[in-house]
């Protein structure tokens, strides 16, 4: 009778509460209603946030990782070339691992242990991002905050922001500004037919018009996202382009949330910050990341830099709520992260990650021959780790499950960054070269049988 009782209480709903069975996973659906968490049994009282249910079904990455399990499943003995999550590939300099280690050790030590740190950072790391990023631009090491990696910082922003701002977003961009803006409740309904979300402004980014939005036809926005190397199309913003930008902010007294994780790789006389723009502090946030350039994918550490004289209407500083912010969710980043970060930005680590990144702009360049060699229309490669290849006409995930599929090696479908990449696809130059090599040769074959 007991463990009848206890096959009851498992299999029952509690009132008020609704018992979900699991459906297909959808990529380009809504997950009301469509999740794949959904069980049977006990249910609490407490409604799900309503912001939740508004977001797609799996978020891009995952989904990938689980379409790369399900090929393997079925072709075990294949040899994977993963070019399509940004993560990077070769190992950490030495000078900047032996600095983690000292770090590391001395916490085992009575003179060398210390505990929580400054939740903003540690401030010779903030004066050292100044002065190797920010040299000339008026930037202090007071309006840096140390974090643990750009994408958590999207996530504080938009706690700073609240539901009640209108948004921008460049069309194709990274899903984690689109999808952070749903969960805070920004968004609107997903509307299926044409993708978007109908609060969400979608500033069109494509080929067709240089990768930048017609400021003319954009309509005002208080937020506005912008990622410069964009991810995923590799493009890197003229110097002319950002002063509309900024010009656009500040008729509008918009706030530029602006994306430089990927300035390490740009090789032209592309602005490296936003903050080299004349008036950008006073409309600009900036985010970046010790990730691409120095391999601290794994590491986690990265910096927001929230200027001074940007002020909300109400003319009160936005550093400081952001600084509440950081101080209420935030209890700093790893101690032995940040040691890193300094070894990174001396002059030897500094030149020791450089050669990295110099290393995977050589593999982006290989990969943009291969494409070009087949009479694609290829775009990227120069000034992000990133290629944006086209393939007109057709859908952007059935390339990527042609390309898996006959050639073993991964790649990102454009559709999952916004409905602009429909049609492309993102290759990423981080890997070994060997694998590059063979990516491309591979590649190559199977386009020229097609």
């Not at 910082?153 to 539901?163: A, N």
């Amino acid at each position: 009778m007991m463990h009848f009782l206890s096959q009851m209480a498992f299999c029952s709903c509690r009132p008020n509460a609704v018992l979900l069975r699991p459906q297909p996973n959808r990529w380009a659906s809504s997950s009301k209603s469509k999740d794949d968490s959904e069980v049977a049994g006990h249910c609490t009282r407490v409604q799900r946030n309503v912001n939740m249910e508004g977001l797609r079904t799996g978020y891009l990455f995952p989904e990938i990782f689980k379409r790369e399990s399900e090929h393997m499943q079925k072709k075990a003995h294949a040899r994977l070339i993963r070019l399509g999550i940004g993560d990077t590939t070769l190992p950490i300099p030495d000078i900047i691992t032996s600095a983690m280690a000292e770090h590391a050790y001395a916490l085992s030590t009575i003179q060398g242990y210390k505990g929580y740190g400054a939740e903003q950072g540690n401030m010779d790391l903030r004066k050292a991002i100044a002065e190797k990023f920010y040299k000339d631009m008026g930037v202090e090491g007071h309006e840096i905050f140390v974090s643990d990696g750009a994408q958590s910082d999207i996530s504080r922003l938009q706690m700073l922001l609240g539901s009640n701002v209108t948004v921008a977003i460049q069309d194709p961009s990274f899903p984690g500004y689109t999808d952070s803006s749903v969960i805070v409740g920004q968004a609107g309904k997903l509307e299926e037919e044409s993708g978007k979300y109908g609060n969400i402004v979608y500033m069109n980014c494509g080929s067709e018009n240089g990768f930048f939005p017609d400021l003319s036809t954009t309509p005002r926005t208080d937020i506005i996202f912008f990622c410069s190397p964009n991810n995923p199309t590799g493009n890197a913003a003229s110097r002319q382009q950002l002063q509309q930008l900024v010009d656009f902010a500040r008729i509008n007294g918009s706030i530029i949330v602006y994306d430089s994780a990927y300035a390490a790789f740009i090789s032209d006389e592309s602005p490296r910050s936003i903050f080299e723009i004349p008036g950008a502090k006073e409309v600009a946030i900036e985010i970046s990341s010790f990730s691409k350039f120095a391999g601290f994918t794994g590491v986690r550490l990265g910096w927001t830099v929230v200027p001074e004289e940007l002020l909300y209407s109400n003319r009160f500083p936005v550093i400081k709520d952001y600084n509440r912010i950081v101080c209420t969710c935030f209890n700093g980043a790893s101690n032995i992260a940040q040691a890193g970060g300094l070894a990174c930005l001396s002059e030897d680590g500094y030149k020791a990650v450089t050669n990295v990144v110099n290393y995977y702009k050589e593999n982006a360049k290989i990969l943009v021959e291969a494409f070009a060699s087949l009479g694609l229309k290829v775009y990227g490669g120069k000034n992000a780790p990133y290629i944006w290849v086209h393939f007109p006409g057709l859908s952007s995930w059935d390339v990527f499950n042609e390309i898996l599929e006959k050639t073993d090696v991964v790649t990102v479908p454009g559709r999952g960054f916004g409905p602009g990449g429909e049609g492309y696809i993102r290759v990423s130059a981080f890997g070994h070269r060997e694998n590059i090599l063979e990516a491309s040769m591979r590649l190559k074959k199977l386009f020229f049988l097609a």
